[in-house]
């Protein structure tokens, strides 16, 4: 989920990594013949995102002997290390056909690396308490109606549209101005700080509207309710900038360099492999962002559960 990532987090791409060009042959027979050497895995900043990682990576060290570095970016930034050779893998893409059209499109240097199992959603949530005393605030045409309860000191005199990260993927600005909303958005920062954000409101019953997504694992602590926006129909998000219909179902997938793809690394065939369904996602996300969980740790436990499922990753 991402916007325009800066140029100092650009930067940070330009870290010694070997990528998939190090490989070197071996008689592994789970490598076919090659050694993983090392394997670079971008890290959104989201604790689903961070599952995905992790758990490659586990599994990529303990069945294929790879040497795993783990790269906090951003999405797009996460995309420019692909491109040039610093980034191997992302593990969970939201889409962006911007990008596809750049770097797997024109320049050839991104490849699809396949279905994560995983499916997206993003829109406009309220706590469960503004649901049940308001119950028509979850169709959208009702919001102005409410406009008024959701003033900040940050969001002047109309209703505050609280987002998450500023990289996520969002079409908010647009959605607030096509749909004549009295509504401002304000960045809240961060996944951790929207979910303390509905906790805050669902407790002491304060009024919030905001930006937040599935697969999430903080939906089994709290049953948010989305907001009804005018139905996505394909195409109606052709031109952000007339974006007036919510978000589209998003079928996550995965992202390998042209590098690695053609590294003939082990760890190719893993990525390509791995699938994990939300509730599957969300177990593990639990035990990280709620339970305190290593992420390592966390990826352990699940894969040590569930021989089957990361067999089927590597076959």
């Known amino acids: 989920m991402l916007g325009l990532a800066s140029v100092a987090a650009a930067a940070a791409l330009l870290l010694a990594a070997c990528g998939g060009g190090d490989i070197k042959n071996n008689d592994t027979s ?16 989201w604790t689903g995102y961070v599952v995905n990682a992790h758990l490659v990576g586990v599994v990529a060290e303990e069945k294929l002997g790879c ?30 056909p911007d990008l596809v059209k750049k770097y797997i499109d024109e320049q050839k240097t991104v490849e699809d690396a396949g279905l994560t199992g995983s499916d997206g959603i993003i829109g406009w949530y309220v706590p469960p308490w503004m649901a049940q005393k308001y119950p028509d605030i979850t169709d959208w045409k009702n919001l102005n109606k409410y406009a008024s309860m959701f003033k900040t000191s940050e969001s002047g005199g109309e209703g505050q549209l609280l987002d998450g990260d500023p990289s996520y993927v969002t079409n908010d600005e647009a959605l607030v101005k096509n749909l004549k909303l009295n509504y401002k958005v304000v960045v809240g920062g961060s996944e951790a700080a929207l979910i303390q954000s509905f906790r805050s409101a669902e407790k002491n019953k304060k009024p919030l509207l905001a930006y937040f997504y599935e697969p999430q694992w903080f939906f089994s602590e709290m049953k948010l309710v ?90």
Request: aromatic share 8%.
């Open 30 to 45: 789970a490598a076919g013949g090659k050694d993983c050497g090392e394997l670079n895995i971008a890290v959104n900043p």
């Open 67 to 96: 040497t795993v570095n783990y790269q906090d970016v951003k999405e797009e930034v996460g995309w420019q290390g692909m491109s040039n050779g610093t980034i191997d893998t992302i593990v969970e893409n939201w889409g962006h």
């Open 226 to 315: 989305k907001i009804d926006l005018p139905p996505y129909k394909p195409g109606c998000d052709s031109d952000p900038a007339k974006v007036a219909c919510d978000y589209p179902p998003y079928k996550l997938n995965k992202l390998i360099s042209k590098k690695f793809a053609d590294s003939g690394s082990p760890a190719v065939g893993l990525v390509k492999g791995f699938q994990i369904s939300n509730e599957d996602q969300n177990l593990v996300a639990t035990d990280i962002a709620e339970k305190g969980m290593d992420p390592d740790e966390a990826a352990k436990k699940w894969i040590e559960a569930n021989p089957d499922k990361v067999d089927a990753w590597l076959n």
